[in-house]
């Protein structure tokens, strides 16, 4: 019942429920919670299903006040409303907001700031959203209604609280939006709030997403080592060692000129050496041992020398 809650899921009755606090109060059936009585009103009883309105020209600044001494004097020879502004705040609970399309979303905000302009008396331009928008309330995704009734004349703050916290407003508020969604939503009104309060609409804000692409470019360098052998060709002791390979060759050395190499060829008219008269003819032993190894070549010479005396 009203003026009670329970936190509690599935209580078989309604003698377990537990009766709303002071500085609380509940609005409909079936809370889970009480909610605390808003800025302008204070409770200091159990049970309640609304909150007192502070006196004209006094106004309680926080919300869950126990008693009529929390309602202070308002600046300004106690106009309350200074502005002639004010925010007001709605909690729509059970609201499909995901359900709902973008004209039926557009008409339950325009439905609203109907009912608010004519509960404060004053026209629909009046009502705006957070960013200004006429005729119009901002709604969040949990069911949180925004708006700002601007240039308020002939009504003081205490009579706007005095209207927007009744009953009645309350059940206006639920069949304007139930005709719009539809009337199998369980939809309640929570707690309303009235806070004096300057309009600034606030400035619109969009996100922007920069996405980076890091392309990696892997580059491989091959090095090629180019190797040139030079080839050495050695004779050593008559064998000719060419790479690792070798070569028996003849017992005798031979130069081979190179292809560079330049020859030299007798021209007719050069001057030929003949042996004279009585020079001793070079024999062919002698040459032939030109070309032997030393212990040999001694050998020779000296039979050559023994053979000569013989003579």
């Known amino acids: 019942e009203v003026g009670t809650y329970q936190p509690a899921l599935g209580q078989a009755n309604e003698s377990v429920c537990i009766r709303c606090p002071p500085g609380k109060y509940g609005a409909f059936t079936g809370a889970s919670t009480c909610a605390s009585c808003p800025a302008g009103s204070w409770n200091d009883e159990f049970d309640k299903t609304a909150c007192t309105i502070c006196p004209e020209g006094k106004w309680t600044h926080s919300s869950g006040s126990l008693r009529a001494g929390d309602c202070t004097p308002c600046a300004g020879g106690g106009n309350c409303l200074p502005d002639g502004d004010a925010r ?3 909690e729509l609970r059970n609201f499909p907001y995901a359900e709902l399309d973008t004209t039926r979303m557009a008409d339950v905000e325009a439905a609203l700031a109907e009912d608010i302009a004519a509960a404060c008396g004053t ?9 200004g928008k006429e ?9 949180q209604v925004s708006a700002f009734v601007k240039d308020v004349t002939g009504s003081s703050a205490n009579e706007l609280a005095a209207r927007l916290y009744s009953a009645s407003f309350r059940g206006e508020l639920a069949n304007t939006t139930l005709a719009i969604i539809g009337s199998e939503a369980h939809l309640s009104i929570g707690p309303i709030s009235v806070k004096p309060e300057a309009f600034v609409a606030l400035a619109p804000t969009s996100t922007m997403t920069t996405s980076t692409s890091t392309v990696t470019i892997a580059t491989t360098t091959r090095a090629t080592t180019t190797v040139r052998a030079a080839q050495t060709t050695s004779v050593r002791g008559g064998h000719s060692v060419d790479h690792g390979n070798v070569h028996r060759d003849s017992e005798q050395e031979q130069s081979t000129p190179s292809p560079d190499a330049e020859q030299s060829t007798p021209s007719p008219d050069s001057e030929q050496s003949t042996p004279s008269p009585g020079s001793e003819p070079t024999s062919a032993a002698t040459i032939q041992a030109a070309a032997l190894p030393w212990p040999l070549t001694l050998c020779l010479g000296l039979a050559a020398s023994s053979g000569a005396r013989r003579k």
């Not at 026209?123 to 960013?131: A, G, K, P, T, Y």
């Not at 005729?135 to 949990?142: A, F, G, K, L, N």
């Open 135 to 143: 005729s119009s309330v901002t709604i969040s995704s949990d069911g």
């Open 88 to 90: 007001i705040t709605i």
């Open 123 to 131: 026209n629909n331009e009046s009502v705006v959203d957070v960013f």
